[in-house]
């Protein structure tokens, strides 16, 4: 297994086996754990953090005008929206001076939820749900401080797909924060070589302009290219790779091999990638069959692309074996 920079990752705390919910129990996620010597936490708990006790009555978000939003404590209905919003931003402030490259947080929470908070139009037993695709009141401003963080919950990370993007999504960022902080131009000009064809599959747009921001080294600081090509990093590693690219992608790849194949191999790997378009087998499968080309044939280029293990080898189970 290839040597992996250790990203820094948030963390809400009851995910780490803490018990600092409502009803003072923890959380636990099986990708928590295993991402456990392979990343740095920081980990928060912005109810507590902004004085809660455990336990404590639960947290709901109410939208009486349909517009601003009021985090109010159920039983009591004490609004502790300002608490909340002036907690997150001494936190964010303090986040600024770590280095952080993703966020994991809990799912459904009123304070850390992503993607599928409940919005009530009042506190009332059975209140009228008006939304449950919305985000807590801390993500909000924790999305406005860091528009480019990978964040998911852990709900979402239970997706095989979602799940692989957001790990070759951190461990890109870390390594690249780690060229610059080592300062020399070579080491982005390689980290741009070594990712061509996981961009490529992502998206060859952003890949082509990341390219020109390498080229132009000349005319400009690295600290100053390298967040350019951070920005389009983000932006390309965001997307989700569509079938058809990552078909060109191995068709790029398959070319090497082109002169020292058999018919026969040609044919089965076409065949292969038929079926992968076809989605009767997972992309996992034909690259699989161009990594062994690789190893067998010793292609020095292709040995070092980051495509056959953009995160580390036993972040992946057997469970996941086929899923895609």
Not at 27 to 36: K, T
Not at 174 to 188: W, Y
Not at 214 to 242: C, E, W
């Amino acid at each position: 297994m290839k040597p992996f920079i250790k990203p820094t990752l948030l963390l809400s705390k009851c995910l780490h086996h803490i018990p600092c919910r409502y009803d003072g129990t923890a959380q636990s996620s099986p990708i928590v754990d295993a991402l456990e010597t392979h990343v740095n936490w920081v980990e928060v708990c912005p109810e507590v953090g902004m004085g809660l006790g455990i336990p404590r009555q639960s947290l709901r978000i109410i939208t009486p005008d349909q517009q601003k939003l009021c985090l109010v404590m159920r039983g009591s209905n004490h609004d502790y929206t300002d608490k909340m919003n002036t907690y997150s931003q001494q936190i964010i402030t303090d986040l600024k001076a770590n280095e952080l490259h993703g966020a994991i947080l809990k799912s459904r929470s009123p304070s850390c939820g992503l993607k599928d908070v409940k919005y009530y139009k009042s506190m009332e037993k059975g209140g009228c749900t008006l939304s449950k695709n919305n985000n807590g009141l801390f993500t909000d401003a924790l999305m406005d401080a860091f528009p480019s963080l990978p964040m998911e919950n852990e709900g979402r990370l239970t997706n095989y797909n979602i799940r692989s993007r957001f790990f070759t999504h951190i461990f890109a960022l870390a390594r690249l924060n780690h060229i610059q902080e080592k300062g020399h131009l070579k080491d982005l000009i390689a980290f741009h070589s070594e990712y061509k064809y996981l961009l490529m599959a992502y998206s060859p747009g952003y890949l082509r302009q990341m390219g020109k921001i390498v080229a132009n080294h000349t005319k400009d600081n690295l600290n100053r290219m390298i967040g350019q090509y951070r920005f389009l990093l983000h932006k390309a590693l965001s997307m989700n790779p569509k079938p058809m690219r990552r078909v060109n992608m191995l068709l790029h790849l398959f070319g090497y091999f082109s002169k020292e194949l058999s018919n026969k191999e040609k044919a089965y790997f076409l065949d292969v990638l038929e079926e992968y378009q076809q989605k009767k087998v997972p992309f996992s499968v034909p690259l699989s069959i161009i990594h062994a080309w690789v190893v067998r044939f010793e292609n020095p280029y292709l040995m070092h692309q980051i495509i056959f293990e953009p995160f580390p080898n036993d972040l992946l189970n057997t469970a996941d074996s086929g899923k895609d």
